[in-house]
């Protein structure tokens, strides 16, 4: 099994995690952003999964998709996984709406990231816990 990278570690909080993934929450306040991880070794792009491998994340992200923007309202959900600047396969989900400030072009590169208070969490994320939860998510 492998370990959470440290910047992952350190850029993101817990939002659960199961047997093949951890799911966490950007600590980035602008916008609402999961981050879903395969825990698997050495696994830098999604093609070096199995295809079971590849499905289970693939179910696993489309979920966190549907519920973040219901839960946000977002107008747009973005996904990614460029792993440019962390090398371990994780894959971005990421809510937009067209006052955010990088629409219409990508977050990455946009200002500052702006950190939430130590301690504290988006208000979207035990929501989102939960509706995952019963799906045996997390």
Known sequence: MADLHHQLAADTGAIGE???????W???QRYPWVIVVPKVEGVEE???LSVEQQQGLLEVVNRCAKHLQTLT?????????????VPQL???????????AA????????????????????SWVSP???????????
Request: charged letters at 25%; proline letters at 6%.
């Open 73 to 85: 309202g977002a107008e747009k959900i973005n996904i990614g996984a460029l792993g440019n600047k």
């Open 18 to 24: 199961t047997q093949n993934v951890w799911l966490r």
């Open 103 to 122: 629409w219409p072009g990508p977050v990455w590169g946009k200002g500052e990231a702006e950190p939430l208070a130590e301690g504290e969490q988006p």
């Open 90 to 100: 994780h894959v971005h989900v990421i809510a937009r709406f067209s006052d955010d």
């Open 46 to 48: 999604w093609y070096q």
């Open 128 to 138: 989102l816990r939960d509706r995952l939860s019963h799906h045996g998510e997390v």
């Open 26 to 28: 950007m600590n980035d």
